[in-house]
């Protein structure tokens, strides 16, 4: 299977004075064209630090201390700032939590599309007003032509929301992050991002990382999902069969109650505790302590990923037998 | 825009009639006027009469008022040192004073924000570290130290740049620059070195730390998740968003600037307001004294103005919902 991203065992880690703290461990995941592969857990468990490890923006003190990240078959975790630069906006775009701060305030929405498309292709500044015209009207913003010449604050939350969509877009890229796209906005907005983001991800055959903590967005949305956990990946595979028959204990816990999109923030109240920190996170699976099926074996060793009815999943009530 | 400038404008006028209280006050407190005219052993009747003649027996606020409209007209009397009215004087002093200002302002915005800016997206270089050691020095020292040090290298040990005065001015109707001779652009340059040098530091700090801070903003973020060059980030998106505090700053600084040019127009005898306003005060000129502060109010509440009308031209923000925001 020739998938369009693909990450391998990837770790990273912040160097701190006392020793590195690993944020991200041993994650493998691929997305195939076209895909929409959620990815949630709770506040803290690693997303957004993946995500930014995909887009090469990962700053000191945080580093890629392991594994690989591939793009149509080729390796792009190790590649050059300035090739990594290129394929940014181009081949993978980005979308942001808080769309309230990710546009520069002193620049019109038509100067920040205009400069990205020019970054990107080689087309006159005509062509380019031209297409941000035509990207505006795409991500469903009334009135382009006005809006071209307003700045970020004269425009709604959930306009601004559509114009960082509308960046994301400018150089057609294959893959875009969607990091949190819906957490800042009010509810009913929050449907109508999710609803545009299917829509594009279906017309234009755009695979998309949605990063989200809401269980309710993603059965929504994605195609298969990637149940996260203090940095490791719990369980993964198709939205459908996790969300009828998680086989993850935390999965479980995460299903307990889907809530209505975008509603309740507390859902995880019922798995007693709060996930670790990074300088102290158990031995073995680091779910055990929070864990109401936990085995002899769950507090010495970590679970290894192993393949489930067409999904993978890291627990020792499945398969360790099959792994002898 | 037109409630921004007006209610900008009754502010000002506040500060002005706050300050001219505080000049007139001078007037009336620092020494009696009365005797100044007649000298110590007049009559009460004269003193009297004298008094009268003068608007003295007025009520305080007629005499103030009176003040105000007197002044308002640019008569500030005559100087009690040299007899001409204070406002031929300052008319005189004022362009040396301008001149100065502005040469140390442009000295200290043209290398003060490159050198913030430097110091922001490279920290770790020496250059920045060599940087942040001149800027600690140049805050440190006193400007009278400064100008001493400077004029002993350039003007004693090595003989290029003179060590006092203007230089050859030319008139240019009422006003008489130095800036079109070799001799007063020479003349120019210690002084306003001098003057620059700690608003010079003051600036390249400001823009080092607000450029490091909008470095980290989100929007930048973003703008390096689409792809834009390194080139586009820095000197356009966090460029710009430094710019529009250190403007501020920078602008309000110029007011400082001009009042701080008594220091340095004493030490190198820079024939300007300052130096004017030190001699008044050896010899209790009030009237001097008096139109140098109101001169010096008028100064920072038009800067004041006129930042802010620019910041208002920067930030489109203000530009739209800034009446309803204020
Ligand atoms: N700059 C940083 N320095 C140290 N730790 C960080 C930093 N950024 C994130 N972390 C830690 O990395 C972990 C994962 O963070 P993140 O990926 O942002 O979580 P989320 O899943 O909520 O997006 C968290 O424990 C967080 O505290
Ligand atoms: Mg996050």
Known sequence: MSALLEVRHLRVAFETRRGPLVAVDDISLQIGEGEILGMVGESGAGKSVTGTAILGLLEPPARITAGE???????IDNLAPE????????????IFQDPLTALDPLFTIGQQLVETILTHDAVGARAARDRALK??????IPAPEKRLDQYPHQLSGGMRQRVVIALALCAEPRLVIADEPTTALDVSTQAQIIELLKRLARTRGTAVLLITHDMGVIAETADRVAVLYAGRIAEIGPVREIVHAPLHPYTTGLMGAIPKLGALRSRLAQIDGAMPRLDAIPPGCAFHPRCTQRLAQCDREIPRAVAVDGREVACWLHGESSRG | MAAFVLRRLVQAALVMAAVGLIAFALFRFVGDPVVFM????????????????????QPFHVQYGRFVARAVQGDFGLSLRQLRPVSTLFAERLPATLELSLAAALFAVAVGIP????????????????????????VSLPT??????????????????????????VMLGGWSTGLLTVSGLKALILPSITLGLFQMTLIMRLTRSEMLEVLRADHIRFARARGLPDRLVHFRHALRNTLVPVITVAGLQLGSIVAFAII?????????????????????????????????????????LVVDLLYYAVDPRLRLDGAAAH
């Open chain 1, 83 to 94: 090739a990594m630069r290129r394929l940014r906006g181009k081949r993978i775009g980005a």
């Open chain 1, 135 to 140: 990207l505006l009207g795409e991500v469903g």
């Open chain 2, 115 to 138: 050198m913030g800016v430097y110091t922001a997206l490279k920290p770790r270089s020496w250059l920045s570290q060599a940087f942040l050691v001149v800027s600690l020095i140049g």
């Open chain 2, 38 to 57: 007649l000298g110590q052993d007049a009559t009460p009747a004269e003193r009297a009469a004298m008094s009268a003649q003068l608007g003295l027996d």
């Open chain 1, 69 to 75: 990240i591939l793009l149509e078959g080729s390796r």
């Open chain 2, 264 to 304: 340095t127009e004493t030490v190198f005898q820079w024939p300007g307001m300052g130096l004017l306003f030190i001699q008044s005060v050896m010899f209790a000129d009030v009237p001097v004294m008096g139109a140098y502060l109101c001169l010096i109010a008028l100064l920072f509440v038009i800067i004041n």
């Open chain 2, 144 to 169: 009278f130290l400064i100008g001493i040090l400077l004029i002993l290298v350039f003007a004693v040990q090595l003989g290029w740049l003179p060590s006092f005065g203007r230089g050859d001015v």
